[in-house]
Every structure is written in structure tokens, then in C-alpha cells.
């Protein structure tokens, strides 16, 4: 009897913050251009800490659907929101079993993603892959965790492709790969300078329009996250059939 017993899932608080700010914009009550509530006032009406109210401003305006603008405050974007609706929070929900496919789907995305990049990137989008990718090795430098902007630089790259619809596939997937990476320790300090030096090499790749170079570049890259995240699914299968 007590094996029909279902594992009861605390939700993060980030993400409530996220899904109820999804549901006002979705129905129209906050509207594009339409400036939030300071943190502090966000944080009090809500019930929870600042930091956990400025995690989720983060993640909407990496998204695109939020953006802070200098004196003016955080505001809706309207950018991004049709590939937000209904997506995000059945990704929320993924089990740490599926992260394989996740990072499976990601690495076919990226690839390709990268091969268009290198082939119509502009010096705009040189730019700003340079700039995402140094925010990267300067959060490093400081020895902070940097997966946001180490995700950043890659979203950068599928906004080089020119390919909307590749692009807000790689957004959709992107906060659960994040959460994934935290909770299954994936990331390795020791391998920092080594991903520098490949995310160095890829934009290298695509500034010299070099295709085939970028697309092995990314694929080389992303080897090591795959081979992991497929040891962690094999890892987690074990615990499953050992309670």
C-alpha cells in the first residue's frame, strides 16, 4: 500500500515568483513598458527575502521578458513572451532523470546553432558574444559560480544563427539545464580556464566564419557536460530502484 505513495515536491520559491509575474503579464494585468514594484516593496508583498525576489527578476529578464532600464527601473519588455507562455513551467518540472536528454537536445541545438552563427554573424553580434563572454571569465576571475553567464554566451551565439524558432527552443531549455547543473554538481572549478579557452575558440571559429570549425569547436565543448549528465541519469536510475 504504501509504495502508491507520490514523492511530494516542495516548489522553489523563485520559481512561484516567476510563475505568478508570468501570470499577470499573460492576463494583461502588467502590461509592456510597465514599470514593477521595487524589490523591496516586490519582497514584503510576497513574503520572501530579496535575494530570492532579485533570482527571479534575473532569470525573466534573461529570458527577455523583463528589463531594467537606469533610472527608470525593472519594466516588461513584451519581448519573449509567447515562447514563455505555457513553456517554462512544465519545464520547471523535469526530474533530474531527464537531464540527459535535456543537454542531449542542447548539444544538437548548439551545434547547429553555431554552424548558422558562423555563417551570418554580423559585427553586432561579434559584439556581443565578445561581451557575454567576458562577463563570463570576469564572474570566474572572481571566483563566483557563472553558469547564467556562461548560458548567456551561448544564447548570444543562437541569436547570431538568425534562427528565432532555434533560439527560443535553447531559451526554453535553458533554466532547468541551469538547475540541473547546481543540483547535480556537474560544474568543476578545476575546469574553468579549460572552458575559457573553448568558448574562446568557438567565437574564434565564428568570427572567421570558419563553419565546420565552429561546429566541431561546440561540439568538442559540450563532449564532457554530455558524458555527464549521462553518468548522472545512469546514477540516478541506481538510487530510484534502490529504495
Known amino acids: 500500500m504504501l509504495s502508491n505513495l507520490e514523492k511530494i515536491v516542495i516548489e522553489n520559491p523563485v520559481d512561484i515568483i516567476i510563475s505568478q509575474i508570468r501570470s499577470l503579464i499573460s492576463s494583461g494585468e502588467i502590461k509592456p513598458g510597465e514599470k514593477l514594484p521595487p524589490e523591496r516593496k516586490l519582497a514584503i508583498q510576497l513574503g520572501v527575502s530579496r535575494s530570492q525576489v532579485r533570482d527571479a527578476l534575473s532569470k525573466l529578464e534573461f529570458y527577455g521578458i523583463l528589463k531594467t532600464r537606469p533610472q527608470s527601473g525593472t519594466v516588461v519588455s513584451g519581448i519573449g513572451i509567447g515562447a514563455f507562455e505555457g513553456l517554462i513551467t512544465d519545464v520547471l518540472k523535469f526530474e533530474e532523470s531527464e537531464f540527459h536528454s535535456l543537454v542531449e537536445t542542447r548539444v544538437i541545438l548548439e551545434t547547429q546553432a ?53 533560439k527560443s527552443l535553447m531559451m526554453i531549455i535553458t533554466p532547468d539545464i541551469v538547475k540541473s547543473f547546481i543540483n547535480l554538481k556537474v560544474c568543476d572549478k578545476a575546469n574553468n580556464q579549460r572552458t575559457i579557452e573553448e568558448h574562446r575558440q568557438i567565437l574564434d571559429h565564428i568570427k572567421d566564419q570558419d563553419e565546420k570549425g565552429a561546429f566541431k569547436a561546440m561540439r568538442n565543448h559540450l563532449d564532457e557536460v554530455l558524458e555527464n549528465s549521462k553518468n548522472s541519469e545512469i546514477l540516478t536510475r541506481h538510487k530510484k530502484k534502490g529504495k
Not at 122 to 141: C, Q, V
Not at 147 to 166: G, P, Q, R, T, Y
Open 114 to 166: 553555431t554552424r548558422l552563427a558562423a555563417k551570418r554573424r554580423t559585427a553586432d553580434d561579434i559584439i556581443s558574444m565578445s561581451n557575454a563572454l567576458k562577463a563570463y571569465e570576469n564572474r570566474l576571475m572572481r571566483g563566483e559560480v557563472a553558469i547564467e553567464e556562461d548560458l548567456n554566451f551561448h544564447i548570444k551565439i543562437a541569436e547570431a544563427s538568425k534562427n528565432e524558432v532555434l
